[in-house]
């Protein structure tokens, strides 16, 4: 077997205090996100809101959230269930609390995502995977996520 098993000096349970924290990326002309676990700290991911703002050019976006562990290593990945076209505005919504990807009405697109705890330098990266117009696209993200103090 070559698993490793390694005890941290953290406990995250009742007694531990997390904190509710706000996490954004509204930079313009970008349609590649990545939000990172600060340093010292562990997230519990509550939801994760993004709007899509397409250019004219041509071609079908397809959004896609990825997550890794400090070391670089997917944990989980999860696309929308239908693409986003040109010259269109459509919103994500990624939360653990959602049973399967849908599209609940036209450009309203719900994704979920593990329940896991996120350990410093993990990374959430929301992009359009076809990169359609990856520098003129405007994509905004906004989240809340349960912040405890970590390893």
């Not at 000096?9 to 590649?32: F, I, K, Q």
């Not at 505005?89 to 939360?95: A, G, K, R």
């Amino acid at each position: 077997m070559a698993q490793v098993n390694g005890i941290s000096n953290e406990y995250l349970g009742p007694r531990s205090r997390g904190h509710l924290v706000t996490v954004t990326d509204s930079a313009a002309n970008d349609s590649n996100k990545t939000l990172t676990v600060t340093t010292g700290k562990v997230w519990e991911v509550a939801y994760i809101n993004a709007t899509l703002v397409t250019t004219a050019t041509v071609g079908n976006r397809q959004i896609q959230m990825i997550v890794k562990d400090p070391d670089a290593v997917e944990i989980y990945r999860m696309n929308a269930v239908d693409v986003q076209a040109a010259s269109t505005t459509n919103y994500y919504h990624f939360s653990p609390r959602i049973a399967a990807a849908a599209e609940t009405v036209a450009t309203f697109h719900t994704i979920p995502i593990l329940t896991v705890l996120l350990l410093p330098g993990s990374t959430i990266r929301i992009y359009d995977s076809a990169a359609v117009a990856a520098a003129a696209d405007d994509m905004t993200i906004a989240g809340l996520v349960l912040e405890y103090e970590g390893v």
